[in-house]
């Protein structure tokens, strides 16, 4: 199949291209390559998909209508799936405009082309943190998502919402995913498993929120793109619908459903700090912190839709993933550090 996938260059977009170009399909991956992070791991992240044949970068911003109608138009796609996104939900307090950019009008542009085309699936990059401090545990999809305590929250949220209104205008078979804290190799330095990794090493010390007290369902990144593999294969229709309506989302106006993805597991930050030092042979200097401005004290996914759907719930331990990522970052620590250079689309 061909895809169209945006953030490429990005944590899960890569490993998504990935998997897809090693299961034989033809990808067009678009990226800005902005500089929010160490740009050296982008380009690197690029440079390891463009082995494979079938990878076709395109560099542009998602803003860019006229650049993504190109690229789009080009890929001739089957399947789009969105991922690209200002992320971050602290720099969402330093710099909204960049989200409200990224994740609304850039979001916009795709789903307008994906009407242009005629899109046979769009598939959309959405996240956990829009179920705000929710009371109710585990978070389900039919649980009322409607005051996020982020900005970063709220463009998600919304982008949900102008997807579920263009599904329904114009018949566009529309998946939503809300992600559960994925980690893995290859993440993004701005997050905690980066963070933690690079001080112990060098012997700085690692701050914990909430003074260890918040838990998190970490989603290891090879379950996550599993889960979206699989879920790429059931188009939203009234064919796909389950029988079980406590959980199905499937909407009754449009071919649009919202999906959790987490393992349902959620762990202390105090725990996944141990799972790190363990991991490391190593000791962290801690400094216990106050919540922040935005933090939720919980997160915690129930899987029962996606598994209903997939026969598939991500179950991969925290001990393995945080091992995988340890593994990777002693490897690419090196390379991370010299100076980026410009890459050649």
């Known amino acids: 199949m061909r895809y169209f996938i945006t953030g490429t260059a990005g944590f899960i977009g890569f490993h998504l291209a990935r998997r897809l170009l090693q299961d034989g399909h033809t990808i067009t991956g678009l990226d800005g390559m902005t500089h929010y992070y160490n740009i050296k791991l982008k380009q690197m992240r690029h440079a390891a998909l463009a082995q494979f044949p079938a990878f076709h970068p395109v560099i542009a911003m998602l803003e860019d209508r006229e650049a993504v109608e190109k690229a789009i138009a080009e890929a001739d796609a ?72 982020t900005f970063y929250a709220a463009t998600k949220k919304s982008m949900e919402l102008m997807a579920h209104s263009y599904s329904h205008l114009y018949k566009i078979p529309t998946t939503a995913f809300r992600f559960f804290t994925v980690y893995g190799p290859w993440g993004r330095p701005d997050m ?85 030092e363990k991991s490391l042979g190593r000791t962290a200097r801690r400094r216990l912190l106050p919540m922040q401005k935005g933090d939720v004290p919980h997160t915690f996914a129930s899987p029962d839709l996606l598994y209903a759907l997939t026969g598939y719930k991500p179950d991969t331990t925290l001990d393995v993933g945080v ?6 970052y002693l490897e690419a620590c090196d390379e991370l550090n010299t100076a980026p250079k410009e890459l050649v689309a």
């Open 192 to 276: 905690a498993l980066f963070k933690f990794v690079k001080n112990i090493l060098e012997d700085q010390p690692i701050e914990i929120y909430g003074e260890g007290a918040m838990s998190r369902d970490f989603t290891y990144i090879d379950d996550l793109v599993e889960a979206v593999v699989r879920l790429s294969k059931i188009v939203p229709s009234e064919p796909s619908r389950i029988a079980d309506a406590r959980v199905e989302t499937l909407s009754h106006q449009a071919p649009f459903r919202i999906i959790n993805i987490g393992g349902g597991q959620p762990q202390t930050l105090m725990t996944f700090v141990e799972t790190v």
């Open 78 to 149: 089957d399947v789009i799936i969105h991922l690209a996104a200002q992320a971050g939900v602290r720099y969402s307090l330093e710099n909204p405009k960049a989200y409200l950019s990224s994740n609304l009008e850039g979001s916009w542009n795709i789903l307008e082309i994906a009407r242009q085309v005629g899109i046979g699936h769009l598939m959309l990059a959405s996240t956990s943190s829009i179920y705000g401090a929710n009371a109710s545990i585990p978070f389900r999809e039919t649980d009322r998502a409607d005051e996020p305590l």
């Open 323 to 328: 091992e995988a990522f340890v593994s990777w």
